[in-house]
């Protein structure tokens, strides 16, 4: 589906799944049957986008991102989470080694460019275990090309300061919304950089909270910003479905 329905003007939606080598999700969304190679061309034949799992654990070679690609269409985005120990060296805990955002950001991105215009973005998840610290944050993002688009989870609560949008603005890094299944109401839209990023992380949602998401969503593809929208992984395929609902619920709004 594509949200430039009604429209040319108006931004893409990428809904998709976190991870989607799940064999667990046949026959619900995959046909029975598939071999683990064929699960991402089934993916792609049916969402747009999907954020990469298993980079968090370990960063992928140019020879997997070229299988990546040409198991997808040429209009398929990835998410790519950068490394979790990458993330800790390069904005650095409070107590832990020195920060070394260059070094980082330098490994990080050297295969990037085998996605051939595939990459949606990479997402940097800052983890809960550290704290604000504007210097580091900033250190990070001078140190990242912007020609790489960069979306950062920052999941400690004292990153939500003005300090902190101002810095991602700055260098036009988009801040990751997150709806974590405790929160009591969804999180606040705020755009940093060029599109939207949401982690859409409750177990399930209702077909009213599926049409409440497209209906915020809305007015920034309206304006020509593109969203990316990821729903949790689950056992049967559930968040799979929840992608198309939300595309489906968008196409209904600008029809």
Known sequence: MSSTAGGSGRGQLYAGTSGFAYAGWAPRFYPAG?????????????????????????????????SWVAETPPGFRFSVKAQRSS?????????????????????LVAPLDAFAGRLGTVLFRVPEEIPRA???LAAFL???????????????????????????????????ATELPEDEGPPTLRLTGPFLYLRLRRLDYT??????????????????????????HDPVGRAAELAGALEAEVLRLVR
């Open 34 to 66: 598939l071999r683990a190679d064929q699960l991402l061309a089934a993916y792609a034949a049916r969402l747009p986008a999907c954020e990469i799992n298993n980079t968090f654990y370990r960063w992928p070679t140019e020879d997997r991102i070229h």
């Open 87 to 107: 993330s800790l060296r390069a904005v650095g805990a409070a107590k832990g080694p020195p920060a070394d955002p260059a070094g980082q950001v330098a490994r």
């Open 134 to 136: 504007h210097e580091r």
């Open 142 to 176: 001078e140190a990242w090309p912007r020609a790489i688009p960069l979306t950062v989870e920052l999941q400690h609560e004292s990153w939500a300061a003005d300090e902190t949008y101002d810095a991602l603005r700055a260098h036009g890094a988009v801040l990751c």
């Open 207 to 232: 077909p009213g909270e599926v049409a409440a998401w497209a209906a915020r969503i809305d007015p920034f593809l309206a304006a020509g910003r593109d969203v990316f929208a990821f729903f949790r």
